[in-house]
């Protein structure tokens, strides 16, 4: 028994309720602490996002033959799309071949380069899957498929059982190869010197 008729018992209590005003008052600071960390980010975050000037320059392309918007990334994981060139009038336009090999020295980039190029391959596999389905269901001989056949005998555009190919970086697109009958994809140069010159 303490002088003031208190047990130690009691004593214990009034430690531990002591102990939990001084955790609640310290979290208190802590949260006022966050809540002023938070502040501060979202007005410098605030400060990051373009102005409306800022994004109106991006709209102008400077490079001949290119559009803003073709030189503007754009999603492609998990993207498709049936958008498929004529190999003649994309090169015409300033395409050339895509290389088909990961091409960088930088570690950071090679998987996006793996990437790119096994979605290409993977496009044109698939491709060249359903032609030669075609080709087996037909009696005849089969016939060479030009641009307009492919597209509404193979890819078939709007169509539920048409292929969806993978979407792929914004500087390069699918083309029909009419003489060598596959898909291949083609690199627009023109549209990466654009993106350079948009940074």
């Given amino acids: 028994m303490l002088a003031n008729g208190g047990t130690f018992r009691q004593v214990e209590l009034a430690a531990y309720w002591l102990r939990i ?6 979290r208190d600071a802590q949260m006022k602490s966050l809540y002023a960390v938070g502040i501060v980010t979202c007005s410098m975050l605030a400060g990051c996002m373009p102005t409306a000037s800022q994004a109106d320059k991006t709209k102008e392309s400077t490079t001949p033959g290119v559009t803003a918007e073709e030189a503007t990334p754009r999603e492609i994981i998990g993207k498709t799309t049936q958008n498929v060139l004529v190999l003649e009038e994309a090169i015409a336009n300033g395409a050339v071949l895509a290389s088909t090999s990961v091409e960088t020295s930088n570690p950071l980039l090679a998987s996006a380069g793996a990437y790119r190029t096994s979605v290409g391959k993977i496009g044109g596999m698939g491709v060249e899957k359903a032609i030669q389905l075609r ?5 005849r001989d089969p016939e060479p498929l030009d641009h307009p056949t492919f597209m509404a ?8 059982n048409g292929i969806r190919l993978p979407m792929l970086p914004y500087y390069q697109e699918y083309a029909w190869d009419e003489p060598n009958q596959k898909l291949v994809v083609v690199d627009f140069p023109a549209r990466k010197e654009e993106r350079a010159k948009q940074r």
């Fill in 135 to 139: 080709n087996a269901s037909s009696i």
């Fill in 21 to 26: 005003l001084t955790l609640l008052q310290t």
């Fill in 153 to 160: 005998e193979i890819i078939k555009p709007g169509s539920g």
